[in-house]
Nanobody, 129 residues
Framework: HVQLVESGGGSVQAGGSLRLSCAAS????????WAWFRQALGKERGGVAA????????YVADSVEGRVTISKDLAKNSLYLQMNILKPEESAMYYC??????????????????????WGQGNQVTVST
């Protein structure tokens, strides 16, 4: 049984930082593409960042370039998202997701939610002014 559990969300003031964690059980983070998505009320779910199967390559959305870092800890079988200089419009539910196919992320499609089979339950991030 695959289970992804996010933590680390909460409320922060604009300009602040948060670190989200995603602990995986029943599934290894090694060998697969993993990603973070977010979805605000009334909006579509969009990709924030993804990291390759071996952790050597990562992708981030243009809107968060330079402010977000995605990483893996193989020993803890966990995925992380460090977010800095947060903006109010980035308030959303944040989800971690895992691809079911072995191999690297697809450069042209890492941000497509349909590329991922396993999803966490979501973690709310609220950025206040």
């Amino acid at each position: 049984h695959v289970q992804l559990v996010e933590s680390g969300g909460g409320s922060v003031q604009a300009g602040g930082s948060l670190r989200l964690s995603c602990a995986a059980s029943g599934y290894t983070i090694s060998g697969y593409c993993w990603a973070w998505f977010r979805q605000a009320l009334g909006k579509e779910r969009g990709g924030v960042a993804a990291i390759d199967s071996d952790g050597s390559t990562s992708y981030v959305a243009d809107s968060v370039e330079g402010r977000v870092t995605i990483s893996k800890d193989l020993a803890k079988n966990s995925l992380y998202l460090q977010m800095n200089i947060l903006k109010p419009e980035e308030s959303a539910m944040y989800y971690c997701a895992a691809d079911a196919a072995l191999g690297p992320c697809w450069r042209g499609g890492w941000s497509w939610s349909r590329e991922y089979k396993y999803w966490g339950q979501g973690n709310q991030v609220t950025v206040s002014t």
